[in-house]
T-cell receptor, first 118, second 110 residues
Framework: GAVVSQHPSWVICKSGTSVKIECRSL??????MFWYRQFPKQSLMLMAT?????????EQGVEKDKFLINHASLTLSTLTVTSAHPEDSSFYIC??????????????FGDGTRLSIL | SQELEQSPQSLIVQEGKNLTINCTSS?????LYWYKQKYGEGLIFLMM?????EEKSHEKITAKLDEKKQQSSLHITASQPSHAGIYLC??????????FGQGTRLTINP
């Protein structure tokens, strides 16, 4: 089945550092990937839609200059949290769907990245 | 915008007991997904429902989408410790986007 890999799984860094998170579709091509943020004991909040070869689409209230998204290939999207501060600490998770596979495929999720800013 | 309300928010059951989690939508559901999440981990796809009245089962988990397509239920039979986790329902918003319910935290007591 479709597999989405996310790296790293855990990041601890100092305030002001920029952090890059990678999301890869391992056995299918994804023209669109999604980035979510999850606070403790809360549900997933969609941050942005990553579009291969074009600009990402951000949800209302999400700062595009803070959360830079690059989708340079059909299997890789990256989320860069620029000049991260403690309030950016959260669990970030990506998803993608295999649109070419048989039937209507569900979104498959990466294992998430826990970001802790000191 | 569409909103999903899950009930209960948390559930503690004795091992071996049956349980049901509900997901109610503010609008008609055109695609309803159930996922399971363990704390600090990714989401594991369980089932997808699209047609009113549809019912799917996998091992001891059964999910249904009601005829009016505004509510789905997830039923676990003879619960086991491995069923513990957070269950999330998600609905298609168009353009592949999903909106999620707030989740149901399931604890299984031995």
């Amino acid at each position: 089945g479709a597999v989405v890999s996310q790296h790293p799984s855990w990041v601890i860094c100092k305030s002001g550092t920029s952090v890059k998170i990678e999301c890869r579709s391992l056995d299918f091509q994804a023209t669109t990937m999604f980035w979510y943020r999850q606070f403790p004991k809360q549900s997933l909040m969609l941050m942005a839609t990553s579009n291969e070869g074009s600009k990402a689409t951000y949800e209302q209230g999400v700062e595009k200059d803070k959360f830079l998204i690059n989708h340079a290939s059909l299997t890789l999207s990256t989320l860069t949290v620029t000049s991260a501060h403690p309030e950016d600490s959260s669990f970030y998770i990506c998803s993608a769907r295999d649109l070419i596979g048989p039937g209507n495929q569900p979104q498959h999720f990466g294992d998430g990245t826990r970001l802790s800013i000191l | 915008s569409q909103e999903l309300e899950q009930s209960p928010q948390s559930l503690i059951v004795q091992e071996g007991k049956n349980l049901t989690i509900n997901c109610t939508s503010s609008k008609t559901l055109y695609g309803l997904y159930w996922y399971k999440q363990k704390y600090g981990e990714g989401l594991i796809f369980l089932m997808m429902l699209q047609k009113g009245g549809e019912e799917k089962s996998h091992e001891k988990i059964t999910a249904k989408l009601d005829e009016k397509k505004q509510q789905s239920s997830l039923h676990i039979t003879a619960s086991q410790p491995s069923h513990a986790g957070i269950y999330l329902c998600g609905a298609d918003q168009g353009a592949q986007k999903l909106v999620f319910g707030q989740g149901t935290r399931l604890t299984i007591n031995p």
